[in-house]
């Protein structure tokens, strides 16, 4: 009995084959192995053998019993040739081995790489690392994921894509998901007029104009020629309809939420520990609030269901169209309950202080001919090439009437948030109830938070949630104590009111009516208007995205606080979790509070340090506004001075 060994070309491997007992063995050479894969040590998987007949492209092997089933593939030959590979990334050849084998050969494969051990010998250099503690999963993730896609659904990219799709049919920016949340909207909308509801899975641009058109008579104004402006409005509450975020029912949860967390864009979000998937937590968390007047039982966020509680003795009704037009019995309106929908109103208020809504009402009066005053630098401006938008504007100066005041707006500030508009249009406010603690219970629980997220990047340390849990619970009752008065209809009409500002100044006729920067990159173009706007009126030279960045994070830190059941929560677990979840958008909101006020949250307050930084840290951002701007002011003062001497 004689053997035969055969070396493949570049020595990773040697084959035997044995005369009279039609036996081959395959064998790994350590060392010229080693050789050829340690520049894929990060791929390691990716490594693997392959074998054909040679008259085929090899397939992929992997284990023993894979390499007996191709070989059974092969057939039954007096003789055959057979080809061994050892393939790396991208199935890239790193060595063959051609063998003769004998009719009928038993084959005896290479070991699998994972037999291998790391580290052994020569092999691999072990590699040493410290992993974070593990924190437990928390049923209410699934809210987080939720308030998220919500609150990204309203936005005003999303706004944009809608609004060209209606009006100059550019589906370029709108999915079919998007599609089928247009038609959810439009048989809402077809629903409060008793119409029957569209067929399909999605609605057509066709069918979208019509609603708009029939919303658009319902919402008719008091004076001619106004089409453009009502068709724009009835659009844009379509568009809020159809696409803010809102709690599904119960049977829809569980998928919608496995779906969106598995499209996350940021898989850190979401720090499983392998116990449990997205899919289940909506079944663990929502609560049973009994059953409504059709006998259906409903469920809601735990916060929501104490609050069920303490109204036992009221009843649940149903929404219907008749009940919507006129309240024809007492009780809790089921859909208000079991499906908040997820909207702030800080979105609005930090959105005013950058300078929007003072900037469509300087358009307005220069397009009234009138000055804001003296020295208005609007009227050296020609509005002539804001011709096309006429009737828009002549809209918008109409129904002014119809819209939201600076004052309406600043009093509900103040209620929600304890937050106040500074400025010479903001009268002094007289307000019934003002959130005073807001300010600080929440820059407290962002310094907290900064906190957490040093101790959890440091891997040497257990990172302690309970002082944000603590603070969470503060700012959930402060949050809690202002969800009165217009607190479901202001923050929507006022989201309405600004996404249609946005719209106007995004138009390119204002791009030509005043003197924007084109080569600046703002993520919206209705930026680079505003902030022209400010140059020229000599207001905060502060721009505008970090008041937008403002706006957008601290809607959805604030949901998920609002929405929480904190007041009822000691698992500092679900704190830990909230914390990483939200950390980019806290620390975007620390961000652009710094580049907009110049008080830096993170900062340790030292006892020596207590009144000074304290009282600039829970100072109102009012204030700190216009403190910058005198600053600004003056130092344009002194530099016109020192030219002039």
């Given at each position: 009995?004689?053997?035969?060994?055969?070396?493949?070309?570049?020595?990773?491997?040697?084959?035997?084959?044995?005369?009279?007992?039609?036996?081959?063995?395959?064998?790994?050479?350590?060392?010229?192995?080693?050789?050829?894969?340690?520049?894929?040590?990060?791929?390691?998987?990716?490594?693997?053998?392959?074998?054909?007949?040679?008259?085929?492209?090899?397939?992929?092997?992997?284990?023993?019993?894979?390499?007996?089933?191709?070989?059974?593939?092969?057939?039954?030959?007096?003789?055959?040739?057979?080809?061994?590979?050892?393939?790396?990334?991208?199935y890239?050849?790193?060595?063959?081995?051609?063998i003769?084998?004998?009719?009928?050969?038993?084959?005896?494969?290479?070991?699998?790489?994972?037999?291998?051990?790391?580290?052994?010998?020569?092999f691999?250099?072990?590699?040493?690392?410290?992993?974070?503690?593990?924190?437990?999963?928390?049923?209410?993730?699934?809210?987080?994921?939720?308030?998220?896609?919500?609150?990204?659904?309203?936005?005003?990219?999303?706004?944009?894509?809608?609004?060209?799709?209606?009006?100059?049919?550019?589906?370029?920016?709108?999915?079919?998901?998007?599609?089928?949340?247009?038609?959810?909207?439009?048989?809402?909308?077809?629903?409060?007029?008793?119409?029957?509801?569209?067929?399909?899975?999605?609605?057509?641009?066709?069918?979208?104009?019509?609603?708009?058109?029939?919303?658009?008579?319902?919402?008719?104004?008091?004076?001619?020629?106004?089409?453009?402006?009502?068709?724009?409005?009835?659009?844009?509450?379509?568009?809020?309809?159809?696409?803010?975020?809102?709690?599904?029912?119960?049977?829809?949860?569980?998928?919608?939420?496995?779906?969106?967390?598995?499209?996350?864009?940021?898989?850190?979000?979401?720090?499983?520990?392998?116990?449990?998937?997205?899919?289940?937590?909506?079944?663990e968390?929502?609560?049973?609030?009994?059953?409504?007047?059709?006998?259906?039982?409903?469920?809601?966020?735990?916060?929501?269901?104490?609050?069920?509680?303490?109204?036992?003795?009221?009843?649940?009704?149903?929404?219907?169209?008749?009940?919507?037009?006129?309240?024809?019995?007492?009780?809790?309106?089921?859909?208000?309950?079991?499906?908040?929908?997820?909207?702030?109103?800080?979105?609005?208020y930090?959105?005013?202080?950058?300078?929007?809504?003072?900037?469509?009402?300087?358009?307005?009066?220069?397009?009234?001919?009138r000055?804001?005053?003296?020295?208005?630098?609007?009227?050296?401006?020609?509005?002539?090439?804001?011709?096309?938008?006429?009737?828009?504007?002549?809209?918008?100066?109409?129904?002014?009437q119809?819209?939201?005041?600076?004052?309406?707006?600043?009093?509900e500030?103040?209620?929600e948030?304890?937050?106040?508009?500074?400025?010479?249009?903001?009268?002094?406010?007289?307000?019934?109830?003002?959130?005073?603690?807001?300010?600080?219970?929440?820059?407290?629980?962002?310094?907290?938070?900064a906190?957490?997220?040093?101790?959890?990047?440091?891997?040497?340390?257990?990172?302690?949630?309970?002082?944000?849990?603590?603070?969470?619970?503060?700012?959930?009752?402060?949050?809690?104590?202002?969800?009165?008065?217009q607190?479901?209809?202001?923050?929507?009409?006022?989201?309405?009111?600004?996404?249609?500002?946005?719209?106007?100044?995004?138009?390119?006729?204002?791009?030509?009516?005043?003197?924007?920067?084109?080569?600046?990159?703002?993520?919206?173009?209705?930026?680079?208007?505003?902030?022209?706007?400010?140059?020229?009126?000599?207001?905060?030279?502060?721009?505008?995205?970090?008041?937008?960045?403002?706006?957008?994070?601290?809607?959805?830190?604030?949901?998920?606080?609002?929405?929480?059941?904190?007041?009822?929560?000691?698992?500092?677990?679900?704190?830990?979790?909230?914390?990483?979840?939200?950390?980019?958008?806290?620390?975007?909101?620390?961000?652009?509070y710094?580049?907009?006020?110049?008080?830096?949250?993170?900062?340790?307050?030292?006892?020596?340090?207590?009144?000074?930084?304290?009282?600039?840290?829970?100072?109102?951002?009012?204030?700190?506004?216009?403190?910058?701007?005198?600053?600004?002011k003056?130092?344009?003062?002194?530099?016109?001075?020192?030219?002039?001497?």
């Amino acid at each position: 009995m004689s053997e035969t060994k055969i070396h493949s070309a570049h020595g990773a491997m040697t084959a035997t084959v044995t005369a009279g007992s039609n036996k081959v063995t395959v064998k790994i050479v350590k060392t010229k192995f080693n050789r050829l894969v340690a520049p894929f040590e990060d791929e390691f998987d990716q490594v693997a053998f392959a074998v054909s007949n040679g008259t085929a492209e090899p397939d992929d092997v992997r284990s023993p019993t894979e390499v007996s089933w191709v070989l059974e593939q092969l057939g039954t030959q007096e003789e055959m040739t057979l080809i061994v590979v050892l393939r790396g990334p991208s199935y890239r050849e790193l060595d063959s081995l051609q063998i003769d084998v004998p009719a009928e050969a038993e084959f005896v494969p290479p070991p699998p790489r994972r037999d291998v051990p790391p580290g052994a010998g020569t092999f691999f250099p072990a590699k040493v690392d410290l992993v974070r503690s593990n924190i437990p999963d928390t049923p209410d993730m699934a809210l987080w994921v939720l308030i998220k896609a919500g609150t990204e659904a309203i936005s005003y990219q999303k706004y944009s894509g809608f609004m060209n799709w209606a009006f100059c049919d550019d589906d370029s920016r709108v999915n079919d998901d998007d599609k089928k949340l247009y038609m959810g909207g439009a048989n809402a909308v077809r629903a409060l007029r008793g119409a029957n509801q569209l067929p399909g899975t999605h609605v057509t641009r066709d069918e979208l104009s019509t609603e708009i058109k029939e919303l658009s008579v319902r919402r008719a104004l008091p004076f001619p020629d106004a089409e453009p402006y009502r068709v724009l409005k009835a659009a844009t509450e379509l568009f809020l309809m159809a696409q803010c975020g809102v709690l599904p029912d119960d049977s829809e949860m569980a998928t919608l939420v496995d779906g969106l967390a598995r499209g996350m864009d940021d898989a850190q979000r979401l720090v499983l520990d392998g116990t449990s998937t997205p899919g289940l937590w909506p079944a663990e968390y929502l609560v049973s609030v009994g059953k409504d007047d059709e006998g259906k039982s409903q469920t809601a966020l735990p916060y929501l269901a104490l609050i069920r509680q303490k109204l036992g003795d009221v009843g649940l009704t149903s929404a219907t169209a008749d009940q919507l037009l006129a309240e024809k019995c007492y009780g809790i309106i089921t859909q208000k309950l079991a499906r908040p929908t997820f909207l702030e109103l800080i979105w609005s208020y930090w959105h005013e202080e950058g300078m929007l809504s003072q900037t469509i009402n300087a358009v307005s009066m220069r397009f009234q001919n009138r000055r804001t005053r003296p020295g208005d630098p609007l009227a050296n401006l020609e509005v002539d090439p804001l011709r096309p938008l006429n009737n828009v504007l002549w809209g918008w100066v109409q129904d002014e009437q119809h819209r939201l005041t600076v004052s309406r707006r600043a009093h509900e500030y103040d209620h929600e948030y304890g937050l106040k508009l500074v400025g010479r249009a903001v009268p002094a406010l007289e307000t019934a109830d003002s959130r005073s603690t807001f300010l600080a219970a929440f820059h407290t629980l962002l310094q907290r938070c900064a906190y957490f997220f040093k101790e959890y990047d440091d891997k040497t340390v257990v990172p302690d949630a309970f002082p944000v849990l603590n603070a969470l619970r503060e700012v959930h009752l402060v949050l809690s104590e202002g969800a009165h008065n217009q607190f479901g209809d202001l923050p929507w009409v006022a989201r309405q009111e600004m996404l249609m500002t946005q719209w106007i100044m995004a138009r390119p006729e204002f791009r030509e009516f005043l003197p924007t920067r084109i080569m600046v990159a703002y993520p919206e173009p209705w930026m680079d208007r505003v902030d022209a706007m400010k140059k020229l009126q000599g207001w905060t030279d502060t721009s505008v995205r970090h008041f937008r960045d403002l706006g957008v994070t601290g809607e959805k830190v604030l949901l998920s606080i609002r929405f929480g059941n904190w007041s009822d929560i000691t698992n500092q677990n679900q704190a830990a979790n909230w914390a990483i979840f939200w950390r980019e958008e806290i620390q975007w909101y620390i961000n652009s509070y710094e580049a907009v006020t110049g008080v830096d949250l993170t900062s340790q307050i030292t006892e020596a340090q207590q009144m000074g930084v304290a009282q600039a840290r829970f100072l109102q951002p009012g204030v700190h506004l216009s403190r910058r701007l005198a600053a600004q002011k003056h130092t344009r003062a002194i530099t016109k001075v020192s030219a002039e001497t």
